[in-house]
């Protein structure tokens, strides 16, 4: 599969415990995006990256929330002393470049307990 | 900043029938709307967008008309078919806004047999 992978699918943490997430885009891909889904909502869009330049974070997103993309090519999301309210499904997109389609990965879906 | 609105929430339809879901806009600079489909558990994907130099697009039983003096923009689903239940996602973006998407919130097809 030569689209945009995420690792892990699924994971499950205590309160208080740090998470970090993997996004592997499209290789040729130079925008990154990642988002936040929660049931019955639409994508919440977090942060993004141009290559390995982060342009731009959601003024939502909360100081425990940090992304890197060091070499302009993975991602890395990390959660820093997790609560109940930050679960839910983490999406990556990449796209060729501003304006073309973007791509999702399957998702990481977090369970904080 | 912009804000994209879409209705209905939910929508059934008898399969055959055809199925209309609408999204509003308000930035006048956007110029780039897509349409996302979502089944069950799985990730966005992209079934069909369309640029601001355009009225229409059709791509089989999908269409996608845009109404930019009124800002407004619908997906056309004909003949509906059962795997065509979903949530369907609109979204926005435009040069200005760096073509960051602006999402919907959703809307819940559901394709009665």
């Known amino acids: 599969d030569t689209g945009v992978s995420q690792d892990p699918r699924h994971k499950i943490t205590k309160r208080g415990q740090n998470v970090t997430f993997r996004c592997d885009p499209i290789s040729e891909h130079n925008r990154l995006y990642w988002y936040r889904q929660t049931l019955g909502q639409g994508p919440e869009f977090l942060t993004y990256f141009q290559n390995e330049a982060q342009l731009e974070k959601s003024r939502l997103l909360s100081d425990r929330f940090s992304a890197e993309r060091p070499k302009g090519s993975f991602s890395t999301l990390e959660i820093q002393r997790t609560e109940q309210g930050d679960s839910a499904m983490y999406l990556c997109?990449?796209?060729?470049?501003?304006?073309?389609?973007?791509?999702f990965g399957q998702g990481t879906r977090l369970t904080v307990v | 900043g912009e804000n994209v609105e879409q209705h209905p929430s939910t929508l059934s339809v008898q399969e055959g029938d055809s199925a209309v879901i609408k999204c509003t806009y308000s930035?006048?600079?956007?110029?780039?709307f897509p349409w996302y489909k979502q089944e069950l558990g799985k990730r966005p994907q992209l079934i069909i967008d369309?640029?601001?130099n355009v009225g229409e697009k059709k791509d089989q039983r999908i269409a996608v008309t845009l109404n930019k003096t009124a800002k407004h923009f619908s997906l056309h689903i004909t003949e509906t078919q059962p795997e065509d239940s979903a949530v369907y996602f609109c979204?926005?973006?435009?040069?200005?806004?760096?073509?960051?998407?602006?999402w919907g919130a959703g809307t819940k097809l559901i394709i009665k047999p």
């Open positions: 930035d006048s600079a956007s110029n780039y």
């Open positions: 369309i640029r601001s």
């Open positions: 979204a926005a973006s435009s040069e200005d806004s760096n073509y960051q998407l602006i």
């Open positions: 997109a990449s796209s060729l470049d501003r304006g073309a389609e973007a791509f």
